[in-house]
C-alpha cells in the first residue's frame, strides 16, 4: 500500500494497476484532487483529512473499474467538501465517508452513472454536535444503472444535521435502481435532524425507494443501563459506537481499520 501526503493545491494522479493508497491531505490550502482510475482497475483508496478548510476530489471510474473509498473527517478546522464522480460503463464504486469530530463541515456529492450497468454505494457515518449538511446526488444516465445510498447519524446536544438526498433516473434509463436508507439518533429533546430523501423518476422500468427514521434514545434503555453501573456517559458513548462504527465494515485492510477504530473510539470518548 502506497502512503502520499496531498499539499499541492491541486494534485492529479493516474491509477493504472491494481493497488491500494492512503492520501493525508494535511495543508491548510484549498487542496483539488483528480484522479483517474484506468479500465479493469480495482483499487482501495483511504484519504484522510488532517487540516484543511477545502478539499475538492474529483475523480473517474473508467470501464469495469472498480474503486472502494473511504474518507475520514479528522480535521481541527471548519472545511467543506465537495465530490464529484464520473462512472463508465460496468464500473463499480463503494464510497464512504466517516467523521467523528466536533468541527462543522458542508458536503457536496455528485456522481454521474453515465454508462450501462454502473453502479454506486454512497455511504456515511456522522457523529454531530455541531452543524453537519450533507447534499447527496447520483444521477442515471444509462440503462441499467444502480445507486444506493446509507446515510448513518447520532445528534448530541448541541448537534445540527442536514442532509438532502437526491437519485435521479433520466427518462431513457430502464432497468435501473436507485435506493436510500437513512437513520438519525438523536440524545436530545431540543435537536432533530433536518433530512429529505428525493427520488425523481422519468422512467417506468426501474425500481426505487427510500426509507428514514428519526428519533431519540429512548429514556428507558438509558436507564437500564445506568442500572447497571454504567454511566450516562459511557451509555452514550456505547450506544453511539454501536450506530456508527459498522461504517468501518467498508475498509478492507485488516490493520487499516484496525487504526481507525482506535481513532474512532478516541473521538467519540472525548466527544460525548
Request: proline residues 1%.
Given at each position: 500500500m502506497q502512503r502520499l501526503k496531498i499539499d499541492d493545491i491541486i494534485y492529479n494522479s493516474e491509477i493504472n494497476s491494481s493497488e491500494d493508497y492512503i492520501f493525508d491531505v494535511s495543508d491548510e490550502k484549498a487542496?483539488?484532487?483528480?484522479?483517474?482510475?484506468?479500465?479493469?482497475?480495482?483499487?482501495?483508496?483511504?484519504?484522510?483529512?488532517?487540516?484543511?478548510?477545502?478539499?475538492?476530489?474529483?475523480?473517474?471510474?473508467?470501464?469495469?473499474?472498480?474503486?472502494?473509498?473511504?474518507?475520514?473527517?479528522?480535521?481541527?478546522?471548519d472545511t467543506k467538501v465537495f465530490i464529484n464522480a464520473?462512472?463508465?460503463?460496468?464500473?463499480?464504486?463503494?464510497?464512504?465517508?466517516?467523521?467523528?469530530?466536533?468541527?462543522?463541515?458542508?458536503?457536496?456529492?455528485?456522481?454521474?452513472?453515465?454508462?450501462?450497468?454502473?453502479?454506486?454505494?454512497?455511504?456515511?457515518?456522522?457523529?454531530?454536535?455541531?452543524?453537519?449538511?450533507y447534499t447527496i446526488n447520483c444521477t442515471h444516465h444509462d440503462k441499467n444503472t444502480s445507486s444506493t445510498f446509507n446515510n448513518y447519524a447520532v445528534l448530541l446536544e448541541s448537534g445540527d444535521l442536514y442532509i438532502d438526498a437526491t437519485g435521479k433516473i433520466n427518462a431513457g434509463c430502464s432497468g435501473s435502481k436507485s435506493h436510500q436508507t437513512t437513520k438519525a439518533l438523536t440524545f436530545s429533546q431540543q435537536k432533530q435532524a433536518v433530512i429529505f430523501p428525493q427520488l425523481l423518476i422519468d422512467e417506468n422500468d426501474v425500481e426505487a425507494s427510500h426509507a428514514m427514521t428519526l428519533g431519540r434514545i429512548d429514556d428507558?434503555?438509558?436507564?437500564?443501563?445506568?442500572?447497571?453501573?454504567?454511566?450516562?456517559?459511557?451509555?452514550?458513548?456505547?450506544?453511539?459506537?454501536?450506530?456508527?462504527?459498522?461504517?468501518?465494515?467498508?475498509?478492507?485492510?485488516?490493520?487499516v481499520k484496525e487504526q481507525y477504530q482506535k481513532i474512532v473510539e478516541s473521538c467519540v470518548n472525548n466527544i460525548c
Amino acid at each position: 500500500m502506497q502512503r502520499l501526503k496531498i499539499d499541492d493545491i491541486i494534485y492529479n494522479s493516474e491509477i493504472n494497476s491494481s493497488e491500494d493508497y492512503i492520501f493525508d491531505v494535511s495543508d491548510e490550502k484549498a487542496i483539488k484532487l483528480n484522479l483517474n482510475l484506468g479500465n479493469n482497475v480495482n483499487s482501495n483508496l483511504y484519504i484522510n483529512l488532517l487540516n484543511t478548510n477545502s478539499f475538492e476530489f474529483n475523480f473517474k471510474l473508467e470501464t469495469n473499474s472498480k474503486m472502494n473509498i473511504f474518507m475520514f473527517n479528522q480535521n481541527e478546522c471548519d472545511t467543506k467538501v465537495f465530490i464529484n464522480a464520473n462512472m463508465d460503463t460496468y464500473s463499480d464504486l463503494n464510497l464512504s465517508f466517516a467523521e467523528f469530530n466536533d468541527k462543522a463541515i458542508e458536503v457536496n456529492c455528485n456522481v454521474l452513472l453515465n454508462g450501462e450497468y454502473a453502479t454506486a454505494c454512497i455511504n456515511s457515518a456522522t457523529l454531530a454536535n455541531c452543524n453537519k449538511k450533507y447534499t447527496i446526488n447520483c444521477t442515471h444516465h444509462d440503462k441499467n444503472t444502480s445507486s444506493t445510498f446509507n446515510n448513518y447519524a447520532v445528534l448530541l446536544e448541541s448537534g445540527d444535521l442536514y442532509i438532502d438526498a437526491t437519485g435521479k433516473i433520466n427518462a431513457g434509463c430502464s432497468g435501473s435502481k436507485s435506493h436510500q436508507t437513512t437513520k438519525a439518533l438523536t440524545f436530545s429533546q431540543q435537536k432533530q435532524a433536518v433530512i429529505f430523501p428525493q427520488l425523481l423518476i422519468d422512467e417506468n422500468d426501474v425500481e426505487a425507494s427510500h426509507a428514514m427514521t428519526l428519533g431519540r434514545i429512548d429514556d428507558e434503555q438509558m436507564y437500564y443501563l445506568q442500572t447497571r453501573g454504567i454511566s450516562e456517559k459511557m451509555a452514550t458513548e456505547l450506544i453511539t459506537i454501536g450506530y456508527l462504527m459498522p461504517i468501518l465494515e467498508n475498509i478492507h485492510d485488516s490493520s487499516v481499520k484496525e487504526q481507525y477504530q482506535k481513532i474512532v473510539e478516541s473521538c467519540v470518548n472525548n466527544i460525548c
